[in-house]
């Protein structure tokens, strides 16, 4: 995928420029607590079918 472009087509390009976001305060904190857990069975017979199964939690409690 090779595609050029010319400099008319840049000319037609248009921008707008995004409203400001309020920074972060200086004192914020937050817990972030994070669970990462994973089960995987698989049955050691013929013809047999490996499960798995995985779990991530996270929670964030900002003050």
């Given at each position: ?11 037609l ?9 309020e ?21 050691a ?10 779990v ?8």
């Amino acid at each position: 995928m090779n595609e050029k472009v010319t400099t008319v087509e840049l000319d037609l390009e248009e921008v707008q420029v995004l409203p400001e976001r309020e920074a972060l305060g200086s004192f914020n904190f937050a817990n972030i607590t994070a669970n990462n857990t994973a089960l995987a069975l698989n049955a050691a017979s013929h013809f047999s079918a490996a499960k798995a199964v995985a779990v991530q939690t996270i929670f964030v409690h900002q003050h």
